[in-house]
């Protein structure tokens, strides 16, 4: 069996297929040994500085526990062009909050469109939020073979 390389996308395609923000999957590490806690997500994209944004649920409503610095591997993907699209990040998320990265994600944050999403079972402006980055210590990105082969 012989090994298959994927295609990529150049960096102007990645930050183009990205934009200044979309939706995806995010999962959460586990340090119990569980399956990683996944959920789709919205997203911001800096591509300036090759970092994404994610205003996420927390508080006790929120069932992913503990946010600050856990590993994370982020999944968005799509159909341009009718070609499958892919970008994965993996990292750990940085809460905004953090005085050594305050500064950098307040510039961030006004470069990104984190899409409102409404999946809760009240209204969004009842949910406790906060804003989080991941800046990706591996970042991957696949299309799709415009021949299949």
């Given at each position: 069996?012989s090994?298959v390389?994927a295609?990529e996308?150049?960096?102007?395609?990645?930050d183009?297929f990205?934009?200044?923000?979309?939706t995806?999957?995010?999962a959460l590490?586990?340090s119990e040994g569980?399956?990683?806690?996944?959920?789709?997500v919205?997203?911001?994209?800096?591509?300036?500085?090759?970092?994404?944004?994610?205003?996420?649920?927390a508080g006790e409503?929120?069932?992913?526990?503990?946010?600050?610095?856990?590993?994370?591997?982020?999944?968005?993907?799509?159909?341009?062009?009718?070609?499958?699209w892919?970008?994965i990040?993996?990292?750990?998320?940085?809460?905004?909050t953090?005085?050594?990265?305050a500064?950098?994600s307040?510039?961030?944050?006004?470069?990104?469109?984190?899409?409102?999403?409404?999946?809760?079972?009240r209204?969004?402006?009842e949910?406790?939020?906060?804003?989080?980055?991941?800046?990706p210590?591996k970042?991957?990105?696949?299309?799709?073979?415009?021949?299949?082969?």
């Amino acid at each position: 069996m012989s090994d298959v390389e994927a295609i990529e996308m150049d960096e102007e395609e990645r930050d183009a297929f990205l934009g200044a923000g979309g939706t995806g999957v995010i999962a959460l590490s586990d340090s119990e040994g569980e399956p990683p806690h996944a959920v789709p997500v919205s997203y911001g994209y800096d591509m300036s500085e090759d970092v994404f944004y994610f205003r996420l649920a927390a508080g006790e409503e929120s069932s992913k526990g503990n946010l600050r610095d856990r590993a994370v591997t982020f999944v968005t993907y799509g159909r341009p062009d009718d070609e499958w699209w892919s970008v994965i990040a993996k990292g750990r998320l940085r809460s905004t909050t953090e005085e050594s990265i305050a500064i950098e994600s307040l510039e961030g944050l006004q470069q990104v469109q984190i899409p409102l999403v409404e999946i809760f079972d009240r209204p969004t402006s009842e949910v406790t939020f906060e804003f989080y980055r991941l800046k990706p210590e591996k970042l991957t990105t696949r299309k799709e073979s415009p021949t299949g082969q």
